[in-house]
T-cell receptor
Framework: NAGVTQTPKFQVLKTGQSMTLQCAQD?????MSWYRQDPGMGLRLIHY???????DQGEVPNGYNVSRSTTEDFPLRLLSAAPSQTSVYFC??????????????FGEGSRLTVL | GENVEQHPSTLSVQEGDSAVIKCTYS??????FPWYKQELGKRPQLIID?????GEKKDQRIAVTLNKTAKHFSLHITETQPEDSAVYFC?????????????FGGGTRLMVKP
């Protein structure tokens, strides 16, 4: 199993550009999520999904869009990049349901710089 | 929403000493409390977790304690080694519209001096 795979690992954007961070998992997990990591602020939840077709906003959703058309894939779209979105992004998946929270498995991370 | 506070933000210990990291949370409905270790440039990885029906859990040199009344939980590392140097994150579950997700503390950078 590859686990959680994220691409790209590094990206530099100009303000106003758009891009998509790709995330795929092969563990058949229903729950998937995107976090951003900034120094001293831990990991903050951007968006999450509890199954194909079901997504919801997390703690810091503004400026990002997600969709979940399959169990395996959960892409994160930056609509119009801003310098405040410079961060390291982690995709994660877990074997969870409404009554049980399982271990989060993280991808390797994507370092995004917005100039 | 849920707020998870983690202290200290940095911790320096001598090899062989013990290290303790503490977290507090605000949502009394939280029922799952994992700890993640992140080495430099790597992804966070689970090292130990505890659920609300347990007060303490141990795995070799690592232990976690939970006090639900006081809403705090702690990570204890004994006999620290240089390879324990990393950033450690605590987390707690928070209920969102579609399901329970994890909220993370701000992290503790642990440095173990040989």
């Amino acid at each position: 199993n590859a686990g959680v795979t994220q691409t790209p690992k590094f990206q530099v954007l100009k303000t106003g550009q758009s891009m998509t961070l790709q995330c795929a998992q092969d563990m058949n997990h229903e729950y998937m999520s995107w976090y951003r990591q900034d120094p001293g602020m831990g990991l903050r939840l951007i968006h999450y999904s509890v199954g194909a077709g079901i997504t919801d906003q997390g703690e810091v959703p503004n400026g990002y869009n997600v969709s979940r058309s399959t169990t395996e894939d959960f892409p994160l779209r930056l609509l119009s990049a801003a310098p405040s979105q410079t961060s390291v992004y982690f995709c994660a998946s877990s074997y969870s349901d409404r009554y049980y929270t399982g271990e989060l498995f993280f991808g390797e991370g994507s370092r995004l710089t917005v100039l | 929403g849920e707020n998870v506070e983690q202290h200290p933000s940095t911790l320096s210990v001598q090899e062989g000493d013990s290290a303790v990291i503490k977290c507090t949370y605000s949502d009394s409905a939280s029922n799952y409390f994992p700890w993640y270790k992140q080495e430099l440039g790597k992804r966070p990885q689970l090292i130990i977790d505890i659920r609300s029906n347990v007060g303490e859990k141990k795995d070799q040199r690592i232990a976690v304690t939970l006090n639900k009344t006081a809403k705090h939980f702690s990570l204890h590392i004994t006999e620290t080694q240089p390879e324990d140097s990393a950033v450690y994150f605590c987390a707690a579950t928070v209920s969102y519209n579609a399901g329970n997700m994890l909220t993370f503390g701000g992290g503790t950078r642990l440095m173990v001096k040989p």
